[in-house]
């Protein structure tokens, strides 16, 4: 098989001026077009897990390959061209830049990677146009493309953040509890829309939440107290 | 970098309340420090400009300074004449080219007379050795005829052939008037740019033949000398308040300055016009230098709103910034982001601050020109100017660093996730 889409290995991260971990991971194995819930409380490393994966921290020992990259041979800036290369984020809420329009918002990665930009235009004639596929899919009516993204309801900012993580198809897309302020039933239609787009595009979706209840949309479950060597607060 | 100026045009947009007040107070700050040099310069532009070609101003003894104000710029009060026969005596020193003599103290609609003799339009000179031209009309040769400066003329709306009454001394108080002795515009002055432009000219004769029924400043009661009459009595002046001395050859002058000052009959003093100017200069120099201060200081305070405003405003933008960094920003980036914005605010600001002052010169030009003879420039910011301009923009552009570095520093430590 292929190199999996992330392949921690004895990977340990300590915070400065902290002697316990705060992660000590032995392995952890995501493979190309898996969707994986990672489930934690707050607290329980998740932050620090996706900073690692996003390549903003740097583990102190062990391994964190990327799709087959070892990040932590990559220089600061070699690290920052690679998370927009390669994947796409959407975080809890506040997802969006206030003063740009939501199709500038969804095209922001673009702007910073010719990568994206390229694999965006792979798709559709214009980048613009990639993003209106995008917004459609996401079921963003046209009418609402010209509001101010900071007048828009929480699910729909969410699914705007989410055309921006997947825009230009990136084969990793890292959700931060995306759905924590939407209700119940918002949640469920959004994480199937995630998926689906995700599944559609060939991206390996890591979601993760302190909620247990949302394992059923990803294929594979796994908790961060499993994850972890040993159960430590962070 | 064209995404990260797309990016902060667009987020400056997005504050433009805060940073548009921001920017007026650098553009203000900009404004007093610029405005400053411009006057600073301009004046002494002007009063280099108001005299050339005499060697030498003679008066009575005193304080240079004070002579050269009132003789040349028409600014203060005459304190002391000096006698006729001293004037006299000094067009026949050796070496002595020519003299003119003039005399100060009455007024026209608050406009200063100057009374003096012909020469005074053959003689002097200002700016480039520039020698006075008649716009209209002919000099004075009648007793109560008058030549008019250009700002005068057109102020009060005056043309050849009208009459006028001067005014004794500033023209303030009762009964302070020669309206029993009108005079007749006789010539008015191309423009000079001068004080001249604000000056009525007559003859000493005239000026003489004003106070004859006058003593100690006021009318001598009972006693009136129609105009047609005047010139029954000896119209020579008894005094004059300065003398205008040009010489055959320059190097004569400090062995004639000594002769005047070293004169027994009577206490005057010879002044070199520049040596005058430097002595003035060296006065203003420490208020100048304090208006330089002062306003090198607000723009100091400008400047560090400005950064204080980017700062406070950087702990609402930091999950913007970690947005950015989740879509690939380096923490350079950011750091570029923020001085970006400072250095072009300050920029912005420098460069509103020369428009201000190149919008207030033309406005307030015609207004000092009318009332103090002072002429602005309104051209391009001088060398002095670019100076200033090319430090405000410096020291905004390292300021604007500050902010800079302080987000890449939260960046850093934030990363994606923004701790609030």
Redesign the interface.
Known sequence: MAEPAIRLTDLRFAWPGQAQPCLDIAAFTVGVGESVFVHGDSGSGK?TL??LL?G??VPQAGSARILGTELTGLS??AR??F???HTG?I?QQ???????SMQDNVL??C???ARRASRALARAATLAAEAKRLLVELDLDESLWRRPVTRLSVGQQQRVAAA?ALIGAPELVIA?EPTSALDAARQAAFLDLLAAECAQAGSTLVFVSHDARLASHCARSVAMADLQRQAGPA | MKTLFGLALRSAWNRRLTLGLTLAAVALSALMLLGVERLRADLRASFAMSVSGVDLVVGARGSPVQLMLYSVFRMGEVTQNLSWASAQWLAQQPGVAWTVPVSLGDSHRGYPVLGTTAAYFDRFRYGERRALRLASGKRFEALFEAVLGAEVAERLGYRLGERIALAHGSGEGPGADHGDKPFVVAGILARTGTPVDRTVHVSLEAMEALHLDWAGGAPIPGLSIPAPLVRKFDLTPKSVTAVFVGLENRAAVFALQRAINDRKEEALMGVLPGVALDELWQLVAVAERYAQLVSMMVVAVGLTGLVAVILAGLNERRRELAILRSVGARPLDVFALLALEGGALATLGAALGAALVWALVLLLAPWLQANFGLTLSGGLPGAAEGRLLAGIIAVGAVAGLIPGWRAYRLSLADGMTPRL
């Open positions: 932050s996706l900073a996003g903003v921290l600061a800036g920052d061209r998370r927009v290369d984020f975080f506040f997802n969006l830049i206030p003063y740009l922001l990665p702007r910073f990677s921006r931060d």
